[in-house]
């Protein structure tokens, strides 16, 4: 029986050989499942790779195998599986939250597919920069098995590495956006933004509808249901900004792309798929045919099923769209509104380079939601900032808040600066000036039990593997108007004043004077409990080099998610 199934499968293979002589496997690796989160974010550059093939590539035999969309098993049998798959050519996508785990699979897979061409693409690579800090020029010496790294848009480069070892390219002179490994050196090829009206004029989804069903059944198999997936989609690509945290376009182009094709096309296909949708665009709302196609997907809105387009990303500068945005948000979509902001302090919003938006237009905006929104939607409005930030202190915070509650809002989230190697702030200068300390931060994906903390730093640091426990992060833990100690007291905070809000309702209760007196009171606990933590730390953090971003509680020997 065992022998029957055996030859079955190495048949099917072979003849898979025969048809496709080159079999692709391309993997952003979302990590959202393992750290629980309800959503799962469906990165769309497979299709972008496959449509842009399908109208320039010149092997009609290439099988385009699942794509990695998240990772849905511990490692070990996530590289099993890639194996199995037998393929020619793998594409990995890195970003900060993955690149590691990315690494890992590259080594893993080589070793056992020695043959395998292997590609790495995404923003979480500076393999293209030259400056004498960036630490690239060993890159390929650190990492022997990947052979091409794909820097800016992506699309054309894989297509011409696939042609190229499909054997249809007869060499490289016409590289673009590759960087590749000459025997442990760079050959940085000559870098182009992504212009070719073709492509820019065709939906990447409608000629791929089939395989976007396979994926879509194949996460609801492994247990993300429709309604849990949401699935990027693309109406521009670039930001015209620059804020130096962000590293949108990996901060080689300042030009943004429209796409030309007929968005009302893809809506009505993700309608059909019945998943949620989310916009890739920076500023989604900039140009009148957003609201037409956000207005047309909230038409055939039905919440008995699982298709929604909720916008997260407005135009920065413009206000009143915004405003339209979070208020169709809430009104059809019952998700809290949320205001991204990143501070409320003029000199941090100078410091890390936004656009200028009077505090003037918050208060109108913020008004207009307050009437427009019935109470109870209204109070769950979120302010979505970044803690620390550069020129952020524990009491510029402080003041944010007291600035928040007087527009009637309570709820601020405050991300960690994830330092992106491609984004202004990766600036020798820049990082000088600020004194930027920037480190490996390491989170647990649950509270776990951890019996001995500096056993824990030295295994992380010395490349132990922990992936399925924690994942890192590459973060700004302080500089020089936020120390490190500085900035857990305002994660502490930040929790404190959390706990705070869901008990008691300070905007019925309090003026302005008694939220500042209570904060001021926050601070002093938040400083001891962040002056206990950093002590028990600080001594790992010194002589590993590593952050591990937790709550160590001594007796029961856990350490927490969090701070
Ligand atoms: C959707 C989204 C999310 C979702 C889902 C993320 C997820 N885990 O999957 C949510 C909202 C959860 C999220 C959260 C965060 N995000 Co986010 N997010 C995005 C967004 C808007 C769209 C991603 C996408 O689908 N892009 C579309 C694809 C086609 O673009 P692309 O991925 O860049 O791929 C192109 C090229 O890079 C290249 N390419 C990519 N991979 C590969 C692979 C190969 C082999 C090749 C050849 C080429 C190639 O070719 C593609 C086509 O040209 C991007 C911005 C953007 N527009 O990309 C930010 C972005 C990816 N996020 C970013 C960040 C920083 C975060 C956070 C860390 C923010 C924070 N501090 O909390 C968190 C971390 C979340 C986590 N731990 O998982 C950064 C990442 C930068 C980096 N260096 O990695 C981005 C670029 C935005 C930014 N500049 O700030 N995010
Ligand atoms: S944070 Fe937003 S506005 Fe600023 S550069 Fe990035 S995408 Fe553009």
């Known amino acids: 029986m065992n022998l029957t199934i055996q030859t079955n499968v190495t048949v099917a293979v072979a003849e898979n050989h025969l048809e496709f002589n080159m079999r692709v496997k391309f993997c952003s690796h979302s990590l959202t499942q393992i750290i629980k989160h309800e959503k799962v974010s469906v990165n769309p550059a497979w299709l972008y790779m496959q449509k842009w093939y399908e109208l320039h590539g010149k092997n009609p035999n290439v099988k385009w195998l699942l794509p990695g969309i998240v990772l849905l098993d511990p490692m070990d049998v996530v590289i099993d599986k890639i194996v199995q798959e037998q393929p020619d050519i793998l594409g990995l996508g890195l970003y900060v939250w993955n690149f590691d785990l990315q690494y890992h699979i590259a080594r893993e897979v080589k070793k056992q597919l020695p043959n395998i061409i292997i590609i790495c693409g995404g923003p979480q690579l500076s393999v293209h920069k030259e400056t004498e800090t960036d630490n690239q020029v060993d890159f390929f010496i650190n990492h022997p098995y990947i052979d091409y790294v794909v820097y800016g848009d992506g699309e054309k480069p894989f297509q011409q590495i696939i042609d190229y070892h499909s054997g249809l390219l007869s060499n490289k002179d016409e590289f673009i956006n590759i960087i590749e490994n000459a025997n442990g050196l760079r050959k940085i090829y000559p870098h182009e933004t992504l212009t070719d009206e073709l492509y820019l004029s065709q939906s ?171 109470p109870e939607k209204f109070r769950k409005t979120e302010l979505q900032c970044i803690v620390g930030l550069p020129g952020q202190t524990v009491d510029s915070l402080i003041n944010s808040y007291v600035k928040f509650f007087e527009l009637g809002l309570l709820r601020a989230t405050w991300a960690n600066w994830s330092f992106l190697p491609n984004s202004p702030a990766a600036d020798p200068g820049y990082q000088k000036f600020w004194g930027l300390d920037i480190k490996e931060v390491y989170f647990s994906f649950e509270d776990r039990v951890v019996p001995d903390l500096e056993l824990l730093y030295s295994e992380l640091s010395s490349g132990t593997n922990l992936s399925d426990k924690f994942y890192k992060v590459p973060m700004v833990v302080g500089h020089k108007t936020m120390k490190m100690l500085d900035l857990w007291t305002a994660q502490i905070l930040e929790k404190k004043w959390n706990e705070l809000i869901g008990r008691v309702n300070l905007v019925e209760k309090y003026n302005s004077s008694q939220v500042r007196n209570i904060l001021g009171k926050l601070k002093i606990k938040a400083i001891k409990e962040a002056t206990a933590q950093y002590n028990m730390h600080q001594p790992h953090i010194d002589k590993h080099g590593i952050v591990v971003w937790g709550h160590y509680h001594t007796e029961s020997k856990l350490i927490y998610k969090g701070l």
């Open 204 to 374: 990447p989804y409608v000629s791929q509808e089939a395989h976007m069903v396979e994926v879509r059944d194949h996460l609801a198999a492994h247990g993300i249901p429709f309604k849990y997936q949401y699935w990027a989609i693309e109406f521009a690509r670039g930001c015209m900004y620059s804020c130096t945290f962000c590293d949108w376009s990996q901060n080689l182009t300042k030009k943004v792309k429209r796409r030309t094709h007929n968005w009302k096309h893809d809506i009505d296909l993700f309608y059909r798929l019945n998943v949620a949708i989310r916009e890739t665009d920076a500023n989604f709302g900039q140009w009148p045919d957003d609201i037409k196609a956000f207005d047309y997907a909230i038409s055939l809105y039905d919440p008995s099923r699982s298709f929604s387009f909720i916008v997260n990303n407005t135009p920065k500068l413009k206000k009143d769209v915004t405003e339209y945005i979070i208020t169709q948000n809430s009104l059809v979509y019952d998700v809290p509104p949320v205001i991204n902001l990143q501070d409320a302090d003029e000199d941090v919003l100078k410091a890390i380079d936004r656009p200028a938006v009077p505090w003037e237009a918050i208060v109108k905006m913020t008004n207009n939601l307050r009437n427009n929104l019935p």
